[in-house]
């Protein structure tokens, strides 16, 4: 069975930090794609951040809401990929869950894109207190 579990999730204040952590059971993510989305309420969810591999290449993508203040990176031997998100703002507020392809990425297809990945964590709430 493929899943993966959000953790890291609580409330801060206005400026503070918060690293998430998304552990995957049953794959790796060796060679494949895996993303960071949010929703918050009443509002469609969004991607944010995504880190891609293709042979030894890697590279990460940002929404411009949230670069520069968040970091995406990933422990392979750990199955785990984090998000480390610094200067939070009230609007930063959100459910976050993690997304990831099954093994290889489809990187024509825009970071992003639902399509791209296959597996995706339930989520864990990320509240900024102004």
């Known amino acids: 069975e493929f899943k993966m579990e959000e953790s890291g999730g609580g409330t801060v204040q206005e400026g503070g930090s918060l690293r998430l952590s998304c552990t995957a059971s049953?794959?790796?993510?060796?060679?494949?794609?895996v993303a960071w989305f949010r929703q918050a309420p009443g509002k469609e969810r969004e991607g944010i951040a995504d880190i891609s591999h293709r042979g030894y290449d890697e590279w990460t993508t940002y929404d411009d809401a949230v670069k520069g203040r968040f970091t995406i990176s990933q422990d392979v031997a750990k199955n785990t990929v984090y998000l480390q998100m610094n200067s939070l703002k009230p609007n930063d507020s959100g459910v976050y869950s993690c997304?990831?392809?099954?093994?290889?990425?489809?990187?024509?297809?825009?970071?992003?894109?639902?399509?791209?990945?296959?597996?995706w964590g339930r989520g864990t709430q990320v509240t900024v207190s102004s």
């Open positions: 997304a990831a392809s099954q093994s290889w990425c489809l990187t024509a297809i825009p970071a992003f894109t639902p399509r791209r990945y296959d597996y």
């Open positions: 049953g794959f790796s993510f060796m060679n494949n794609c």
